[in-house]
């Protein structure tokens, strides 16, 4: 089965490029956007549909892209649904 995934590119200043896979998708693959939907980071974050009608969110962990000392309120546990 082929496995479409989400690649994040990165560079650091002056340094190489990486590539690291944050998501795989089970499905046939998905359609993504980008959008400020969790105001505790300083990252937009995305929202993909799979062709199969699953729904996901792909966020960075609360305070990712804050100035230092700012605090950020902790993440809420994640729940899992049977079958997602």
Known sequence: MARHRVDLLSRPPGGA??????????DRGHWL????LDGRNATDELLGSGYGGRVFLLAR?????SPPGVPAEKAAPVSRVAGF
Do not use: L, N, W
């Not at 956007?33 to 400020?36: F, L, M, Q």
């Not at 962990?61 to 892209?65: A, I, L, Q, R, V």
């Open 61 to 65: 962990e609360p305070g990712y892209g």
């Open 17 to 26: 490029f990486s590539v690291e896979t944050i998501f795989a998708d089970r």
């Open 33 to 36: 956007d980008a959008a400020e």
